[in-house]
């Protein structure tokens, strides 16, 4: 076998432990997990996960780092320029409720299964957090400036909206709440722009 056909077989094993991986994980949380069931799941030797990962926590780390990554680059809007504050809320809202509702396993890894998270992985959970903060902070800054918005504390509006997002993923995974995600990313931007005053 080329040793090119080896890599790419190494790469194809590791996404198939790791999409088992986040099946069991989001079916049954991290401490309930076994490796076993992973790799039934994944249709493989329990001893073929040690041979990419070393325990059970690594696994973990490996998913809730990539789910992430994932969840966090279908936020983007830093390319949006040409759009208004208002829609650019209206995407985040968006593309984080359509994440949610499209990859309700991933959804609960990201959300729920934080808390036996090592030092490093919370450090970066939080940093990448704190990225898309000031970024969510820039853009609204941006908008002041331009004068479509009054003047406001972006920070407070960034931590509402933030709020917002993070309150969206338990109905939707766990009530399994289908609602249309174009009419709630709406409602929700309405909310955020005319308040609640009748």
Not at 41 to 49: D, F, L, P
Request: glycine residues 6%; charged residues 35%; contains cysteine.
């Amino acid at each position: 076998m080329s040793r090119m056909r080896e890599m790419d077989d190494k790469k194809a094993k590791r996404e198939l432990i790791l999409d088992a991986a986040v099946r069991v994980f989001s079916r049954r949380g991290y401490h309930e997990a076994r490796m076993e069931e992973i790799a039934l799941e994944a249709g493989i030797g329990k001893g073929t996960i040690y041979e990419y990962f070393d325990s059970k926590l690594t696994l973990f780390q490996e998913v809730l780092g990539r789910s992430r990554d994932i969840y966090y680059n279908s936020l983007a809007i830093e390319n949006e320029n040409s759009l208004s504050l208002r829609e650019k809320i209206r995407l985040v809202f968006l593309s984080h409720i359509r994440f949610c509702q499209e990859n309700k396993e991933l959804t609960r890894v990201v959300f729920w299964d934080t808390e036996i998270m090592d030092e490093e992985l919370k450090a970066w959970s939080y940093e990448k957090r704190k990225e898309k903060e000031r970024m969510l902070s820039e853009v609204i800054e941006k908008a002041m400036e331009a004068g479509e918005i009054r003047g406001i504390n972006p920070y407070a509006l960034t931590l509402v909206i933030t709020g917002a997002l993070g309150a969206l993923w338990l109905p939707i995974v766990l009530e399994e709440w289908s609602g249309d995600a174009e009419s709630l990313a709406g409602e929700l931007t309405d909310i955020i722009f005319e308040g609640i005053k009748g």
